[in-house]
């Protein structure tokens, strides 16, 4: 997807968003070397559904040379640029519904990456590409990705199974944002 089609804000030539310590944009070729790395790990694998194992500099640049359905955004830091990771929206099933995903590289776990991200992602995709509801899905034992998708305000859906590339059939927590509850959710923490 280009910058013109997904109507990130351009600045400085490259589109992105910025939060109070990242930037996020999208994700372009040369992130495909950082990308294997991260990805290659078994763990970050394992609770995605869309990461093989093991995963490759090739699979990097087959992934990013098919999303032009869905915005892809590499999830950079704002002091020095480093990749920590991605982050998605998807058009899911429903019309005006897309599906959020999103994942951090092993040393930069435990710092509120994913959530920061999330949240840009999530007002963004309400915010300019006015949908009508996200969803998001986690695996049962991703205790670190359920409190991410708690701090964004997701509601629980249902529990069932989803496939994983790298697990096979596993048990996933389904979770949905409408455009009302992000409204509420915003509006609560607009100072007065």
Same mark, same amino acid.
């Not at 495909?32 to 694998?45: P, S």
């Not at 509120?112 to 899905?137: H, K």
């Given at each position: 997807?280009? &910058?013109?089609?997904?109507?990130?804000?351009? %600045? @400085?030539?490259? &589109?992105?968003?910025?939060?109070?310590? $990242?930037?996020?944009?999208?994700?372009?070729? %040369?992130?495909?070397?950082?990308? +294997?790395?991260? +990805?290659?790990? $078994?763990?970050?694998?394992?609770?995605?559904?869309?990461?093989?194992?093991?995963?490759?500099? %090739?699979?990097?640049?087959?992934? $990013?040379?098919?999303?032009? @359905?869905?915005?892809?955004?590499?999830?950079?830091?704002?002091? @020095?640029?480093?990749?920590?990771?991605?982050?998605? $929206?998807?058009?899911?099933?429903?019309?005006?519904?897309?599906?959020?995903?999103?994942?951090?590289?092993?040393?930069? /776990?435990?710092?509120?990456?994913?959530?920061?991200?999330?949240?840009?992602?999530? %007002?963004?995709?309400?915010?300019?590409?006015?949908?009508?509801?996200?969803?998001?899905?986690?695996?049962?034992?991703?205790?670190? *990705?359920?409190?991410?998708?708690?701090?964004?305000?997701?509601?629980?859906?249902?529990?069932?199974?989803?496939?994983?590339?790298?697990?096979?059939?596993?048990? *996933?927590?389904?979770?949905?944002? @409408?455009?009302?509850? /992000?409204?509420?959710?915003? *509006? /609560?923490?607009?100072?007065?």
């Amino acid at each position: 997807m280009s &910058c013109e089609e997904s109507s990130l804000e351009a %600045d @400085d030539d490259e &589109c992105r968003l910025t939060t109070r310590r $990242l930037i996020l944009r999208i994700a372009r070729p %040369d992130d495909a070397r950082d990308i +294997a790395r991260f +990805a290659d790990d $078994l763990e970050i694998a394992q609770m995605t559904s869309r990461i093989p194992h093991p995963y490759r500099l %090739d699979d990097a640049h087959a992934f $990013l040379a098919q999303t032009e @359905d869905e915005l892809i955004v590499a999830i950079t830091a704002r002091g @020095d640029g480093a990749f920590l990771g991605l982050c998605s $929206l998807a058009a899911a099933g429903a019309p005006g519904t897309a599906e959020l995903g999103y994942w951090i590289g092993r040393p930069y /776990w435990g710092r509120g990456f994913a959530t920061e991200a999330a949240q840009a992602a999530i %007002d963004y995709g309400f915010a300019v590409l006015e949908l009508a509801a996200i969803e998001v899905r986690c695996r049962v034992i991703n205790n670190g *990705s359920r409190r991410v998708i708690q701090k964004c305000g997701f509601g629980y859906v249902g529990t069932g199974l989803s496939t994983s590339l790298a697990a096979g059939r596993v048990a *996933s927590e389904t979770y949905r944002m @409408d455009r009302r509850t /992000w409204q509420s959710l915003k *509006s /609560w923490s607009t100072p007065r």
